[in-house]
């Protein structure tokens, strides 16, 4: 394929997802025929060599797309490889047979339900910021949420960089003098979102498990362990994410309806004073 945007084509190759290759490709980790290139560069698939740390990145004969699902657990980076020597997420998915790279990230201090795939398409599907497939965590956080904190999580609050979040879906599982354990739902994947959010009303999260992303559930699956996605979970998610793709879209229409229709119109006459007789 001629004219193939690099981070587009790294994604089709199975090294990472789209924006991960964009971050490569700053750090001048990538070269395209031995020379660095920059976000937006384009490649021949069928011609060009592209290499990763000056390993080259070649397409397998034949694809076999793979997913699959791990329950991370606490003191884990959730990267490709760490410099500094630290464990990372792919020390517990080294038996797959084929090299995959995580779609999206949990913190080091969190835990729960990751995916892993070679399928770029798949993974931007996902982590795409418009497409918005929920996730699901379990928060438990100190002192004690007050109803007016909950409040405010759930209808959006201003994170330390001035963005304010999607409102959220907030329950309360366990309410306790010292704690209170939460079960949010986002659609967004902001870095440390549901860190944050909580920082922002106060409250520090002592604990972070996510248990769901879309319609799949981390379930009875261990800490530690992974396990393929069936068929059915893999169109599940495909699904969620093109139902949230077609909201976005609809929602864009609207929006650009309206601003249109209101320009046609143009600015309001001022209203005329009745003359009292």
Request: glycine share 8%; with cysteine; aromatic share 2%.
């Amino acid at each position: 394929m001629k004219d193939t945007r690099i981070q587009k084509a790294l994604s089709e190759l199975g090294v990472c997802s789209r924006r991960a290759a964009e971050e490569l490709i700053r750090q001048g980790r990538v070269k395209l025929n031995g020379h660095p290139v920059q976000v937006g560069d384009k490649m021949d698939m069928e011609r060009d060599l592209i290499s990763v740390d000056g390993k080259t990145i070649r397409p397998p004969k034949k694809k076999e797309y793979i997913y699959e699902m791990l329950h991370k657990p606490r003191g884990y980076l959730t990267t490709m490889s760490d410099e500094r020597g630290r464990k990372t997420v792919m020390e517990l998915v080294s038996d797959i047979p084929g090299r995959v790279f995580p779609v999206g990230r949990l913190d080091r201090d969190s835990e729960g339900l990751l995916l892993f795939t070679n399928d770029g398409s798949f993974a931007n599907l996902l982590t795409h910021p418009s497409h918005g497939v929920s996730k699901l965590y379990r928060v438990t956080v100190r002192p004690r949420a007050s109803e007016e904190q909950i409040a405010q999580l759930a209808a959006g609050v201003v994170l330390d960089d001035g963005e304010k979040t999607q409102p959220a879906g907030v329950r309360v599982l366990v309410d306790e003098p010292e704690r209170t354990v939460l079960e949010m739902s986002i659609h967004e994947g902001k870095n440390r979102q549901i860190r944050r959010m909580c920082e922002a009303v106060g409250l520090t999260v002592i604990r972070l498990k996510r248990n769901a992303e879309g319609p799949v559930k981390l379930g009875m699956l261990q800490p530690g362990q992974h396990r393929p996605l069936t068929k059915q979970e893999v169109n599940a998610l495909r699904a969620s994410a093109a139902k949230a793709v077609r909201r976005e879209q609809t929602e864009t229409a609207q929006r650009r309806a309206e601003q249109a229709r209101s320009a046609k119109r143009g600015p309001l006459a001022p209203r005329r004073r009745r003359t009292e007789r």
